[in-house]
């Protein structure tokens, strides 16, 4: 009975630090901004050589890759994912500061088309 009425108002003090707002049935969920990315995003893994250089490092995951670009700047992952009989492409970005710190994807994007191969 204890454990009930414990599990009981941990719920309740949980619902409490909500904000109470739902986004609409049916809402487009949200989009981070692509501005900037038009060079990078819909690229091949050639694409993206072509425009950083080699990559720092190199995941692959079934048919999915990771390439990962870096420079004193910021670190940028690129996703690339196939899609019908085509080879991957990338589809996602994410980018950070070297210390994890955030950074806005297109400003990392264009500080590492200017690193001209130097770390």
Do not use: H
Request: hydrophobic fraction near 40%.
């Amino acid at each position: 009975m204890k454990s009930n009425i414990a599990i009981g108002t941990l719920t309740l003090a949980l619902a409490a630090c909500t904000t109470g707002t739902r986004p609409a049935v049916g809402a487009a969920p949200a989009r981070l901004a692509a501005v900037g990315l038009e060079r990078v995003i819909g690229q091949d893994a050639g694409g993206l050589t072509r425009l950083f250089g080699q990559p720092d490092q190199e995941v692959r995951e079934g048919t999915a890759r990771k390439l990962q670009f870096a420079s004193g700047i910021c670190v940028l992952d690129a996703y690339l994912y196939p899609k019908g009989g085509q080879a991957p492409r990338v589809t996602w970005l994410d980018a950070r500061q070297p210390d994890g710190r955030a950074i806005d994807r297109a400003s990392c994007v264009a500080a590492l088309t200017r690193r001209d191969g130097g770390r």
